[in-house]
């Protein structure tokens, strides 16, 4: 399977060269998911993080209404996981699921130290991953908190341009934490603000 | 009488495997599916939905809100009734025989269903979509409608008494169509009865097919050309023969290349990728408007 987004990756962000992607290309592995299968249920240890080849992935919990609660979205070279199942070897409280036919890259321990015995750059990447991830999640925390839907929404948006376009409505609703009501809300009004009548 | 060098079939394409646009429209895509846009500049999408019985139902089925920006599309209502709206205020309906010609360019939203009163009793469906890309100076301008009704469409007999030519977009034979375009293009309905055989010429390097719309028929003397196949033609010469194997309805393109780069993205066919980007900011941030889905 060709996987010019896995392939980039590695060479952009992690700093292997062409001839070293070949090298770990026999470590990697790949899973085709079907639209609505799932790669993660509740009451098992996450293995893996999911590098998104191609296809949209989201990670949420239920609550304990059975309401669906959105904690992230990973498209094309998003890479999400419960990573505290799989640090701490312990059953998850999340779903991953497919909501597009997906092509994911397997990613764990094991493969981030094949691609580090070939070029050690790649551990020192994968970590500032971690960091990133960290910094990103502080940023979300702090806008459920505070910040309005409008904000909320706006920053979204700026991450993940397309996703209102491959996405329903209330799952975008579910992520930034307000009812599809509101979200709808928010677009008439920027409509109204920004539309320019021809 | 002025001779044309003949122009070679290219490819024929049978209708692949449909697929559903939302949950109204059953479609073969022919482009970019038979040919790249590149290829087939300035057309850069075709659907088709091949004649397809739905249910009546209370719920029209359709597409719900969706953008468009940086070209056209046109639709072709050969059987049923669609229903549109947009973000701008425009919409109406189209029914058999009518051309939709929508001028997305700087940008609409809009949905299309089956009529409500159509939806009711339900029954046969069959209907074309096609984009077509504009000129890089036109992409930003202001969106339009162009609702043509099957009355204003310019029909001409064939010689021979070989049936009937509407012309949509163009002209055949000095005979100027309804629909104005930003690029030069022809299209037309050709309605061939059994037996019949016309040509039809277009400048050599047009890019050129046909859509099988109804009917089988002979192209160029040797090649068939099944009901709901589509014929790509080389740029090698200007006409081409179609006989009739018995009564059929032909849609015709002929157009003008752009020979612009193209940067397309879901809804959004710019030029560059910075400008794919810029749509879908514009989007997310309502400069499309608003529409209730």
Not at chain 1, 62 to 76: P, S, V
Not at chain 2, 66 to 88: L, M, N, Q, W
Not at chain 2, 177 to 202: C, D, E, W
Request: charged letters at 20%; hydrophobic letters at 40%; a negative charge.
């Amino acid at each position: 399977m060709s996987l010019p987004n896995f392939t980039n990756f590695l060479i952009e962000k992690g700093g292997l060269t062409a001839e070293e992607v070949l090298q770990v290309t026999p470590f990697m592995r790949t899973e085709t998911v079907a639209n609505n299968a799932f790669l993660l249920k509740a009451g098992e240890v996450c293995s893996h993080s999911f590098f998104v080849e191609s296809g949209v992935l989201r990670l949420y919990a239920l609550n304990e209404e059975g309401k669906e609660n959105i904690l992230q979205f990973a498209t094309e070279n998003g890479i999400v996981s419960d990573r505290g199942s799989v640090f701490f070897q312990e059953p998850s409280t999340y779903y991953i699921d497919a909501i597009e036919p997906t092509v994911v890259v397997l990613f764990d321990e094991a493969f981030v130290n094949e691609v580090a015995k070939v070029n050690s750059s790649f551990r020192v990447h994968n970590e500032k991953l971690l960091q990133n991830h960290i910094r990103h999640l502080y940023k979300r925390v702090s806008l459920l908190i505070g910040a309005s839907a409008k904000v909320r929404y706006l920053e979204f948006v700026q991450r993940h341009p397309d996703l209102m376009l491959r996405v329903p409505q209330w799952m975008i609703a579910s992520y930034l934490g307000i009812t599809p009501e509101s979200l709808s809300r928010v677009r008439k009004a920027l409509a109204a603000e920004n539309f320019k009548s021809n | 009488m002025k001779t044309y060098k003949e122009r070679q079939i290219e490819k024929v394409t049978a209708p692949g495997t449909p697929h559903f646009v939302g949950d109204g429209f059953r479609v073969h895509n022919f482009i970019p599916g038979s040919s790249s846009m590149q290829r087939m500049d300035p057309f850069i999408m075709l659907d088709y939905n091949s004649k397809y019985n739905f249910p009546a139902t209370d719920k029209p089925k359709g597409v719900g809100v969706h953008p468009h920006r940086g070209f056209e599309t046109v639709t072709i209502a050969y059987k049923g009734c669609v229903e549109h709206g947009d973000s701008a205020g425009g919409g109406g309906i189209i029914g058999e025989g009518d051309v939709q010609w929508m001028t997305a360019a700087s940008g609409v939203l809009h949905k299309e269903f089956h009529e409500t009163e159509w939806s009711k009793t339900g029954g046969e469906f069959q209907m074309v979509q096609l984009w077509v890309n504009l000129p890089a100076k036109d992409k930003m301008s202001a969106p339009k409608y162009q609702a043509i009704a099957n009355a204003e469409i310019t029909k001409v007999a064939l010689p021979n008494a070989a049936g009937e030519l509407e012309v949509i977009a163009g002209a055949y034979e000095g005979e100027q169509g309804p629909a104005s375009t930003f690029s030069p293009i022809h299209m037309y309905n050709v309605k061939l009865k059994t037996g019949a055989k016309t040509q039809l010429s277009f400048p050599a390097h047009y890019t050129t097919a046909i859509l099988m719309v109804e009917g089988d028929a002979v192209i160029n003397g040797d090649t068939k050309a099944e009901e709901d196949h589509f014929v790509m033609f080389g740029n090698d010469g200007e006409s081409f023969t179609v006989e009739a194997e018995n009564n059929a309805v032909i849609l015709v393109l002929s157009g003008e290349p752009l020979k612009e780069p193209i940067a397309a993205h879901g809804p959004f066919v710019m030029n560059t990728k910075e400008e794919l980007i810029d749509a879908f900011q514009d989007f997310n941030t309502g400069k499309f408007g608003y529409l209730e889905d």
